[in-house]
């Protein structure tokens, strides 16, 4: 008696359940089905082409042998693979594959294989149902272009960003890779990509996902058996923007699902974003199939910002939230805090809730009093050059004049000040303070700190002035 499709299969599975793990088992071939049975050839049918993929790139040897076992030496294997379930012609569209492990000989392998795509069907890869779904994005609506601040430090992977919103799948940039240290707006840039996509072209599929978010749905959709729910959802995306990859590190399951997914998305021309905080070559941990895959588009670094774009930043964000603060404070802020933008907002933040529990309006000397816990506990060396600007500050005169030849009283006055405090607050030579305060020789030097010290003694006003400045040294 011939034996039935069901039959043959089933003791293909007997076999197979004894040679890989329990949940491997359960994920992959459970939701199989056995189609029919003609001739040697089996036709088991899968419920997405990414089974097909996956089974043939892990399974293909067990597979062959199992069904040659259950055949004989002519035995086959044929997929038939769900294209699309919600046709409403009641029957899901399929479309047949052998599999890649029929013949002998392993050359065959990497042979194109030919599609057999039912007629009604132009693409296989589009699944029209899903085309009218409506995915929520993910996307926080405040991380726009408009509020990005552009600067030296993030000019490329700006315009890049630019450029892909414009034209998703469309430029070269794909997938784009932005990387950065933490804290210098990669989220917000990869973010701003997607929501200019979004109102550009709304019918677009964007998802905003963070690769822990990502491992862990993949770890989840094992549990619940529903993988295949979870690639599809991810393979119809127009756009993903998949935000930290280097947490993909040493989750191997995982990259192996990604890898796929990106395939697939970027062969049929959708759009990849990806951040990192390492470039993709320092990226440690991960399977260099992806690696390489992530380098095929375009990497862009961002930098730490300079002052003139950090003092940017903070104004931008300061007239969103409808705020304001004197120049100084911004300065005094964007000019101590120099590693990071989101420890820039986080010490303006806190700045302004210590000032509305206070009921005090913010000034320099709060401000410097307030950030001394953000700002780092090694005290910062002091230079020559913070001693000059904070003198002529404190008696408004132009630094220039300082370094200058001239014998103005303030200005000499400023100029011995600063000399005198150079020589006391930082290791410099007379001979090093005197070439930097204009060109003048030790001697001078000297005679500033002697002519400094006899005015503190017999000028109570001058002694006020110099101890306010050192004062403010201190606090810096
Ligand atoms: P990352 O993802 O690199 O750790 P984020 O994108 O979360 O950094 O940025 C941290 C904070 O800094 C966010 O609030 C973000 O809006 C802000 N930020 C970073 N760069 C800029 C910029 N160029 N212009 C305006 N805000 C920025
Ligand atoms: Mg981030």
Not at 193 to 220: A, H, M, T
Not at 429 to 435: F, H, N, P, Q, V
Not at 443 to 456: H, K, N, P, R
Request: glycine share 6%.
């Amino acid at each position: 008696m011939e034996k039935t499709c069901t039959e043959v299969w089933n003791s293909c599975l007997q076999i197979i359940k004894d040679n890989i793990p329990n949940q491997s088992f359960k994920t992959w071939f459970e939701p199989i089905s056995a189609l029919k049975l003609e001739g040697k050839v089996l036709t088991i049918q899968v419920p997405s082409l990414f089974f097909y993929e996956w089974l043939e790139e892990h399974y293909v040897g067990l597979l062959r042998k199992t069904v040659k076992k259950q055949l004989g030496d002519e035995g086959r294997l044929e997929y038939n693979i769900v294209v699309d379930k919600s046709s409403n012609t009641g029957s899901p569209y399929t479309t047949n594959m052998p599999s890649n492990g029929n013949g002998a000989e392993a050359k065959t392998q990497s042979m194109p294989i030919p599609v057999s795509i039912n007629k009604d069907i132009k693409n296989p890869f589009i699944i029209p149902g899903l085309k009218k779904l409506n995915v929520d994005p993910q996307l926080n609506p405040n991380y726009t272009f408009d509020n990005y601040i552009e600067g030296d430090c993030n000019r490329l992977a700006r315009s890049a960003g630019y450029a892909v919103a414009a034209k998703p799948g469309g430029t070269s940039f794909n997938p784009l890779m932005i990387y950065g240290g933490v804290g210098l707006g990669k989220t917000h840039l990869a973010q701003a990509i997607g929501n200019e996509i979004k109102r550009s072209v709304p019918d677009k599929l964007v998802i905003y996902v963070s690769c822990e978010k990502f491992c862990q749905q993949f770890v989840d959709s094992l549990k619940n058996n529903t993988i295949n729910d979870f690639v599809n959802f991810y393979q119809a995306m127009d756009v993903i923007i998949m935000d930290d990859v280097h947490n993909f590190a040493g989750k191997e399951k995982t990259q192996d699902i990604f890898f796929h997914i990106f395939n697939h998305l970027h062969q049929s021309g959708k759009q990849i974003i990806l951040t990192s905080d390492k470039a993709p070559k320092d990226l440690a941990g991960l399977e260099e199939r992806l690696l390489s895959r992530f380098k095929w588009g375009l990497s862009a670094d961002l930098q730490v910002p300079d002052l003139e774009t950090r003092v940017a930043i903070l104004k931008k964000k300061m007239y969103a939230d409808g705020i304001e603060l004197p120049g100084e404070v911004i300065e005094y802020v964007a000019h101590n805090i120099d590693n990071n933008v989101r420890e820039l907002e986080g010490a303006m933040v806190s700045l302004l809730a210590q000032s509305t529990l206070n009921k005090k309006d913010i000034d320099l000397a709060l401000a410097k009093q307030m950030l001394k816990n953000f700002i780092k506990n090694t005290s910062k060396e002091i230079s020559m050059e913070y001693i000059q600007k904070l003198v002529c500050e404190y008696f408004e005169v132009p630094v220039e004049m300082v370094k200058s030849q001239t014998r103005k009283r303030e200005i000499v006055q400023a100029r011995q000040i600063s000399m005198y405090l150079s020589k006391s607050h930082t290791k410099s030579s007379l001979k090093t303070i005197g070439a930097f305060f204009g060109g003048r020789d030790h001697s001078t030097v000297i005679y500033a700190c002697q002519t400094v010290e006899d005015l503190i003694e017999t000028d109570k006003k001058f002694k006020a002035y110099v101890n306010d400045i050192q004062k403010k040294l201190k606090m810096s």
